[in-house]
């Protein structure tokens, strides 16, 4: 099992930042791969940004690519999500997941383990 608590969600302008975290706990990120997806009102879940089986590889949705970035302290076993220049439609809740290593990073149906999501609010 692992369970997985976001927090650093909150209103900002468009323009801002914000850096979300997923602390984790349980079985240790050396069992699970990482990632970030996020649901606005009325919209299906979507992938956001993943790290690969081995981690030493980074994903993310081109809305996202060159704005956000995933990272992560093993130490702490807490993953990061780093979101500079934010825009309206980043409004979301955000959420972090944990997948099995031999699945695949973008599809949500491949993610057994998930937090309980963090409310993003970009205003214009």
């Known amino acids: 099992q692992v369970q997985l608590v976001e927090s650093g969600g909150g209103l900002v302008q468009a323009g801002g930042s914000l850096r979300l975290s997923c602390a984790a706990s349980?079985?240790?990120?050396?069992?699970?791969?990482m990632g970030w997806f996020r649901q606005a009102p009325g919209k299906e879940r979507e992938f956001v940004a993943a790290?690969?089986?081995?981690?030493?590889?980074?994903y993310y949705a081109d809305s996202v690519k060159g704005r956000f970035t995933i990272s992560r302290d093993n130490a702490k076993n807490t993953v990061y999500l780093q979101m500079n220049s934010l825009k309206s439609e980043d409004t979301a809740v955000y959420y972090c997941?944990?997948?099995?290593?031999?699945?695949?990073?973008?599809?949500?149906?491949?993610?057994?383990?998930w937090g309980q999501g963090t409310q993003v609010t970009v205003s214009s």
């Open positions: 997941a944990a997948r099995p290593r031999y699945r695949n990073y973008g599809d949500h149906h491949d993610y057994d383990y």
């Open positions: 349980g079985r240790t990120f050396s069992n699970f791969a």
């Open positions: 790290f690969s089986w081995s981690g030493g590889s980074t």
